[in-house]
């Protein structure tokens, strides 16, 4: 009877041990839930080769299908990406891209290949229809199935006969049997270097787990589309245009890394192609600081699962660097001097307020905590704090003029005007301004790191970082510019206030450190005045009568993103409901007004014309360049 009930006992302790409470109690709880969710994200095919858009990816098996243009001569292009502007890139023209792979479209036209490719996928079914978008199409469309990886040896393959392939499995099981259909086919057989050639003047059909025609394939993808925007235009009504570029953007900028087997989103795969971290055989990716939280913001709307993976990618990157970089990448290469705006915790709280997982803050808490430690103890000065570059190696930089270009590079505002007459302090690491717009990003940065402690129930950790949010904005007050009516950066060297202004002064409005008579006269002097910020297309990275706004490069004079995203926030935490309409409403048509002609989403935009193609410093296709969208989306909420 004792054995009878010792086992009993015993078996009430094991299932305790498996109960879903006990479960959540334990450390790597956290990380068995965002394996679920990378599972889940790689079960099934999509455009995730961060090589080529004409890849489509089966990442469970890192195995795939390949395309390549041929042209007449013979000569090969096997990379395909849009905004490529590098000599000979084919140029593309995207449209929409789910996030699930359920259907994406663009054109693409290198030498005489004129053609559209439109695919469709759900779990491991694909069919890929690429058509010619001309007459007298000439060249080449090569089709390899198996392996897309060369550099990865736990990839899969492919069996190829004349009228079937087959993926594999790395084990070698067969999983999926595909077509390859088309106007005089050609197999070349090869093993693994095997491949299919169609001429690109006719339509091609490659599908796998079902045999389709030309014709059928054609009736799906239309179907499929019009099914899509039916419901998108349910779901976003006004929004619809500004739904759909966002998630283009985002859908065609999210790429898989095989070294690391995880799902990202970079600002675009260009970038990720002259990264350090990435290779030729590999691929890779590239994840910059603030670009990739407001990315996970903007993908929350719709993806749990992208969201949290992009969240956790860019802020592990604080295990390596002991704060969050700059950049990082693939084969541990990151920024380890510097790092960039702290957005971090706002973007966790925001999407945890949206699905409300508490494994997520379980596991980015620490890493967010670490972060802000980080600034105090390496930028802090007269009690406010200042960009800045710190030698991975301890010892001081012997270059003043690189030493200042890190430093700007920290500030995520790579040339701007409001530094033009600073110095980096060599003996301190950083510029010689205490920054308003850090300081101010800083409190912001306490206030919503205080939430997520309060939430997970660390009640001293929520004081203590209270506490010092509020100490950071008594001294921002320091910055106020009573003459100027708004808040300034400081010089170190003499103490005095800069006399000039880019949109990260009206960031105490974000930080709630602005009183309401000084938010009114930041808004009613400056903001509105539309010889500095305001105007038609806002608001320019430089005062408009200002001599670096005719610069019109890059941060001098042309309007951004995130800065617009940032301005917005401020606005709601003040009584400026009319302002907050036009901004949102101006920031709304400079998205449309490129999306609607030319499937772009641009980096950044003219001040003066709304371009954003108009000089080669604008990535054409950017993820960010979304949020003037997504300040419309917020407003209507």
């Known amino acids: 009877m004792k054995k009878v009930l010792m086992m009993a006992a015993a078996a009430l302790v094991l299932l305790s041990a498996c109960s879903p409470k006990e479960e959540r109690s334990r450390a790597d709880y956290p990380e ?31 195995t795939g299908i390949r395309l390549s243009l041929v042209d007449e001569q013979g000569v090969e292009r096997d990379q395909t990406r849009i905004g490529d502007m590098s000599h000979d890139a084919p140029r593309v ?76 499995s790395m084990m070698g099981t067969e999983l999926l049997p595909g077509r390859v259909r088309g106007a005089g086919v050609q197999f070349f057989p090869g093993g693994e270097q095997g491949y299919y050639l169609c001429q690109a003047d006719a339509p091609i059909v490659i599908s796998t787990g079902q045999d389709i025609s030309a014709e059928e394939a054609e009736q799906l993808m239309q179907q499929t589309k019009q099914d899509i925007e039916r419901e998108e235009r349910q779901r976003w009504g006004d929004n619809y245009e500004i739904h759909r570029a966002m998630q283009s953007v985002l859908g065609w900028d999210t790429v898989y890394d095989p070294s690391e087997d995880i799902v990202v989103s970079p600002v675009n795969r260009n970038w990720c192609m002259t990264s350090s971290g990435t290779s030729s ?9 603030w670009d990739t939280y407001f990315a996970s913001e903007m993908l929350a709307l719709d993806s749990r699962e992208l969201a949290y993976c992009n969240l956790i990618e860019i802020t592990r ?52 905590l670490r972060w802000n430690e980080w600034w105090t103890e390496n930028r802090l000065a007269d009690g406010l704090l200042c960009w800045g570059s710190t030698p991975r190696n301890g010892m001081p930089y012997q270059d003043e003029r690189y030493a200042f270009q890190q430093g700007l590079y920290e500030s995520g505002l790579d040339n701007a005007h409001v530094y033009d007459n600073a110095e980096f302090l060599l003996d301190r690491n950083i510029l010689c301004y205490n920054d308003v717009g850090l300081s101010a990003l800083y409190v912001m940065d306490c206030r919503y790191l205080a939430l997520i402690a309060r939430e997970l129930g660390l ?17 921002l007050q320091q910055l106020w510019s009573e003459e100027k009516g708004i808040f300034l950066c400081r010089d170190l060297r003499n103490g005095e206030l800069v006399n000039e202004m880019d949109p990260t002064n009206f960031y105490p409005m974000l930080a709630q450190v602005a009183t309401k008579e000084q938010a009114r006269r930041m808004v009613e002097e400056h903001l509105l005045n539309e010889e500095e910020f305001w105007g038609e297309w806002v608001i320019p990275c430089s005062p408009r009568n200002s001599k670096a706004f005719q610069d019109n490069d890059y941060w001098r004079g042309r309007i951004w993103g995130p800065t617009n995203y940032l301005v917005y926030l401020g606005l709601e935490n003040y009584d400026f409901p009319e302002v907050r309409e036009q901004f949102a409403e101006k ?19 003219n001040a ?6 108009d000089v080669g410093s604008s990535d054409r296709f950017y993820h960010w360049g979304a949020l003037l969208g997504y300040i419309s989306m917020m407003h209507q909420r």
Request: charged share 25%; hydrophobic share 30%; net charge positive.
């Open 32 to 62: 068995w839930e965002y394996t679920k969710i990378k599972r889940q994200l790689t079960n099934g095919w999509n455009t995730w080769d961060s090589r080529s858009i004409l890849t489509q990816v089966y990442a469970e098996n890192k």
């Open 93 to 168: 023209h995207p449209y929409d891209h789910t996030y699930d792979g359920r259907y994406c479209e663009a054109d693409f036209s290198w030498h005489n290949i004129h053609m559209k490719m439109r695919c469709t996928a759900q779990g491991n079914r694909l069919v890929m229809l690429l058509t010619p978008t001309e007459e007298g199409n000439q060249g080449c469309i090569k089709v390899r199935p198996g392996r897309i990886w060369e550099g990865i040896q736990t990839s899969g393959g492919a069996n190829m006969e004349e009228d079937h392939f087959v993926l594999r």
């Open 281 to 289: 055989l590999t691929g890779g990716y590239v994840l910059f600081d």
């Open 459 to 475: 009640k001293a950790d929520a004081r203590t970082i209270k506490k010092r949010g509020e100490q950071f904005a008594s001294n």
């Open 317 to 368: 990157a604080v295990d390596k660097c002991g704060f969050v970089p700059n950049f990082t990448c693939s084969n541990d290469a990151a920024s380890y001097d510097r790092s960039q705006p702290p957005v971090g915790s706002r973007a966790v709280w925001e999407v945890y307020r949206r699905w409300g997982d508490r494994w997520l803050l379980e596991l980015l808490y620490p890493r967010l």
């Open 608 to 613: 003066t014309t709304g371009q954003g193609d």
């Open 587 to 605: 920031s709304r048509r400079l998205l449309l007004k490129d999306w609607l002609v030319q499937g772009y989403v641009y980096e950044n935009w």
